[in-house]
């Protein structure tokens, strides 16, 4: 039987190289995009390109409503995922704190409690981070929160809510590792694998024309997360690298 992955902002950049790699290895591919026309129209190409399967779902993750409503969708469907890689994120000056905190953090975190019931024992989750997030680049208060190792999911959640620094991004991505660290150890009975991955700087709409990796590359690192068989770490390229 075929393995299901879900994809979140799977309609371009590396999300949708993502998409297209496991539909050619023989995935049936859920792209989870917040704008139904633009799922749609990504789907049908990656079918065209691929001879794959793949299908669209509206899955906004900065709205609770709508993974809500995508996870019951699937359910109804009796569909079961395998791998959720959360690579939905925003960067820049067109993303207020707010916004680019409740993408790239509360979006991966949301989306989690939303497929959990419906993710299988031995599934993975990739949680797509950057270089930018890294614990070094990271000013205090929020620093010594995410270098406690024994801080709770409640209290990143709070340390991330009372963020008013500014460089959201790389609070985002910092807490995504953090959050990752965290749940791993939650999710191992049900050996569920959860790793932050960082796809490096990568020539898309958000990386920009000058960035050194191709798509390609960039869904390679993120795609090591998809077949990891280790939990809880922050990767490029399929190495660890310091958080
Ligand atoms: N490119 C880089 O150099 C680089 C480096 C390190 C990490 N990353 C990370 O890699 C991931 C993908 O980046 P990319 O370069 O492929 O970016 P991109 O080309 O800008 O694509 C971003 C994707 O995220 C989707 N998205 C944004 N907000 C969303 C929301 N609320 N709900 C659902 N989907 C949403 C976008 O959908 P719409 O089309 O609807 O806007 C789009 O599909 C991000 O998490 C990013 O932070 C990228």
């Given at each position: 039987m075929a393995k299901t992955a879900?994809?979140?902002?799977?309609?371009r950049g590396i999300g949708q190289q993502v998409a297209r790699v496991l539909a050619t290895e023989g995935w049936d591919v859920l792209l989870g995009t917040r704008d139904k026309q633009k799922g749609d129209a990504a789907a049908a190409r990656l079918r065209k390109d691929t001879g794959g399967r793949l299908k669209a779902i509206e899955l906004d993750v900065t709205s609770d409503a709508s993974c809500t409503t995508a996870a019951g969708k699937l359910r109804d469907g009796a569909i079961r995922i395998d791998a959720l890689v959360n690579n939905a994120g925003v960067y820049g000056r067109s993303s207020s704190t707010a916004q680019t905190l409740e993408t790239n953090f509360f979006?991966?975190?949301?989306?989690?409690?939303?497929?959990?019931?419906?993710?299988?024992?031995?599934?993975?989750?990739?949680?797509?981070t950057s270089g930018l997030g890294a614990l070094a680049n990271i000013d205090e208060?929020?620093?010594?929160?995410?270098?406690d190792p024994l801080v709770t999911r409640e209290q990143l959640v709070a340390?991330?809510?009372?963020?008013?620094?500014?460089?959201?991004?790389?609070?985002?991505?910092?807490?995504?590792?953090?959050?990752?660290?965290?749940?791993?150890?939650?999710?191992?009975?049900?050996?569920?694998?959860?790793?932050?991955?960082?796809?490096?700087?990568?020539?898309?709409?958000m990386g920009g024309r000058g960035a050194p990796?191709?798509?390609?590359?960039?869904?390679?690192?993120?795609?090591?997360?998809?077949?990891?068989?280790?939990?809880?770490?922050v990767m490029r390229d399929g190495k660890r690298i310091a958080p």
């Open positions: 879900l994809v979140t902002g799977g309609n979006g991966p975190l949301r989306v989690i409690d939303a497929m959990l019931p419906l993710l299988r024992d031995g599934a993975t989750i990739t949680n797509v208060p929020l620093h010594g929160v995410l270098a340390a991330v809510r009372a963020y008013d620094g500014t460089d959201a991004y790389g609070a985002s991505k910092a807490a995504l590792n953090a959050l990752t660290r965290i749940l791993a150890p939650e999710l191992a009975p049900r050996q569920i694998k959860i790793n932050a991955t960082d796809p490096g700087w990568v020539r898309t709409d990796r191709s798509v390609e590359q960039g869904a390679a690192s993120v795609l090591a997360g998809v077949h990891a068989t280790w939990s809880g770490a």
